[in-house]
């Protein structure tokens, strides 16, 4: 079983300053079970992969601004992971697999670590201080935003070393308007997604 926790506070909400809020969670424990040297060759109750002390963490942010200012909105949020991946679950381009059968797979993996973060910002317009101003009901209700993500999201079994991960990182970079109708109870979301891959420094969409 992992241990879980999340903490979450509000050290500023007032009128002038707005309202920020700060965050974390958490989880930890060990995964899989000791089954000799190649656990596909030796699994133990089924679980092949060996004994790993597992962890992720995730921080967060959001500030929501008054005054002048008031309708626009930042967040940001933080992820890492460490685990170790299940054999056959992760492609090894090189063939060097330690099991025949499947050489191109990475079959005994160590443990890896990975992170990301996406960071966000927005003005919606129901929430500014252009609320009051006679415009409109139907602009009242579009809210305008941007986003960056990027995450080691992408892996290959090492080629020189079949156990070893490697990770690649995949970035978005996003423009979107939201509709909202009636309130928060529904919404039509625009989004444009410039995407970079890995494989490639040239931008995807």
């Not at 596909?40 to 002390?53: A, I, L």
């Not at 949020?77 to 992760?90: G, K, T, Y």
């Not at 973060?117 to 919606?124: I, S």
């Amino acid at each position: 079983k992992d241990i879980n926790w999340r903490v979450a506070v509000v050290p500023v909400k007032d009128k002038t300053w707005g309202t920020l809020e700060l965050g974390g969670s958490g989880s930890m424990g060990k995964h899989g079970k000791d089954g000799g040297e190649d656990p596909t060759v030796n699994p133990t109750d089924g679980e092949n992969r060996r004994r790993t002390w597992a962890t992720r963490y995730d921080v967060w942010g959001s500030y929501f601004p008054k005054g002048p200012v008031s309708g626009l909105w930042l967040r940001a949020e933080w992820l890492a992971i460490r685990d170790r991946n299940a054999p056959s679950s992760v492609i090894d381009l090189a063939g060097n697999g330690n099991n025949p059968k499947t050489p191109i797979v990475q079959t005994n993996p160590a443990a890896f670590y990975s992170d990301g973060f996406y960071a966000a910002l927005g003005y919606k317009l129901s929430d500014s201080r252009w609320m009051d101003c006679g415009c409109p009901n139907m602009l009242k209700n579009f809210e305008f935003l941007a986003r960056y993500d990027t995450f080691y999201n992408v892996q290959a079994a090492d080629p020189v070393m079949n156990s070893r991960t490697d990770k690649l990182k995949t970035s978005v970079w996003t423009a979107g308007i939201n509709y909202y109708n009636r309130g928060n109870n529904a919404k039509i979301q625009l989004n444009y997604n410039f995407v970079n891959n890995p494989e490639s420094s040239n931008g995807n969409r």
